[in-house]
């Protein structure tokens, strides 16, 4: 690959060494080198870093994260009023090219990460929608190329495995799949880390001692569906909770699937003492047929939803859920094009999936079940 292809990437205070040949390089200090020194993840650095609001992490690893940053010589946007070190001057563009744009947060979230790392460097990030239109998408494609991209960050609004558009083997620059990746692993891509998430979320309840546990679904034909149900039968398994399948019921992501799937619950000859529901809007529907039902949350029945929506911050109680990492994978995408930028043979090399972690935020929604505290 031509260097001349990748991101003109300005560098931050760099990591020097001496490559095989005995001549001096340098190369970008990262977040996933941060996290490596800090002992953490780089998701957990993303959110120190960016001071992510409602994210549990403890003052001591912010503090060791913040001392690692610096000592490595990191200056983000976040310690710019610290270390003001931002190179400036490049004239990189980095294209960012997602099927869907106003239907959800998510990928407004993960072009704001983008942003945020390719300014810190000095690039420009130039986005388009291509609603996977088999003919407007290459034309889209083609049209940023046109623009004097030197890469391009290629996301899906649902987590998938995609067929990538023949274009994207074509172009003579770097891609990342943000959300996405395919079965050939021809590109660097990230994704959340679901099946962890769904194994917090539902630890979470059982670790406040709840042993009967119902969860409503997404819909099943998506990745995020089968695994964050996945990580509920796991966390069960792990703490020796036998499964029961009249505790999981269908949904498809919507308040009026929360709605009748916790009137379903409840129906049952033993309901559950709390609900997992795999997305916010789900929790949404579930506070209402529990309210409809004269339940109170949590003293009566406890509630964690999924994906940290702005309503779930206003919910009452508000709702204990699980972050999607779209800005961190916005951020580690950018950062990916920059180490490739080092690496001129990346792209032919087979990639693994990087997962990043989906951090559990604790409100108000989770307490004791209520037999336990009468029994305390």
Not at 265 to 274: G, I, N, R, V
Not at 354 to 370: D, F, H, N, W
């Amino acid at each position: 690959m031509d260097e001349t292809a990748a991101p003109k990437t300005a560098k931050r205070r760099s990591a020097r060494g001496v490559d095989g040949g005995g001549r001096n390089i340098t190369r970008r200090i990262t977040m996933t080198d941060i996290a490596r020194e800090a002992g953490c993840s780089q998701a957990t650095v993303s959110f120190v870093l960016n001071r992510t609001e409602g994210i549990k992490i403890s003052q001591a690893t912010r503090d060791r994260v913040i001392e690692v940053a610096r000592a490595l010589g990191y200056a983000p946007a976040a310690l710019a009023h610290q270390q003001p070190q931002r190179a400036l001057g490049t004239d990189g563009l980095i294209g960012f090219a997602v099927d869907q744009l106003a239907t959800s947060p998510e990928a407004v979230v993960a072009i704001e990460g983008a942003r945020q790392a390719a300014w810190g460097a000095g690039n420009i990030v130039l986005v388009a929608q291509t609603m996977s239109d088999p003919v407007m998408e290459p034309r889209t494609i083609r049209a940023l190329t046109a623009q004097g991209i030197d890469a391009l960050i290629y996301m899906a609004i649902f987590t998938r495995e995609i067929a990538a558009p023949q274009i994207l083997y074509e172009l003579d620059r770097p891609v990342i799949l943000l959300n996405c990746y395919t079965a050939d692993h021809a590109f660097p891509a990230v994704v959340p880390s679901e099946i962890a998430g769904g194994q917090k979320a539902t630890r979470h309840l059982i670790e406040h001692g709840h042993r009967r546990i119902g969860t409503i679904l997404g819909e099943p034909w998506m990745d995020a569906a089968q695994d964050r149900l996945q990580g509920y039968r796991r966390a069960l398994a792990t703490a020796d909770i036998p499964f029961d399948p009249e505790l999981v019921v269908p949904g498809d992501w919507s308040a009026s699937a929360g709605f009748h799937g916790t009137r379903q619950l409840l129906a049952l000859k033993e309901p559950p003492t709390a609900i997992f529901c795999q997305n916010d809007r789900t929790a949404i529907g579930c506070y209402e047929a529990l309210k409809e039902a004269g339940l109170r949350i949590p003293e009566d029945i406890s509630v964690v939803g999924y994906d940290d929506e702005e309503i779930s911050r206003h919910l009452h109680p508000k709702l204990t859920t699980s972050v999607l990492p779209h800005r961190a994978m916005g951020q580690w995408a950018v950062e990916q094009l920059e180490l490739m930028e080092s690496a001129p043979d990346a792209s032919r090399k087979r990639h693994p999936i990087i997962k990043l972690e989906c951090p559990l935020v604790s409100r108000e929604s989770v307490a004791p079940p209520r037999q336990a505290l009468l029994d305390q």
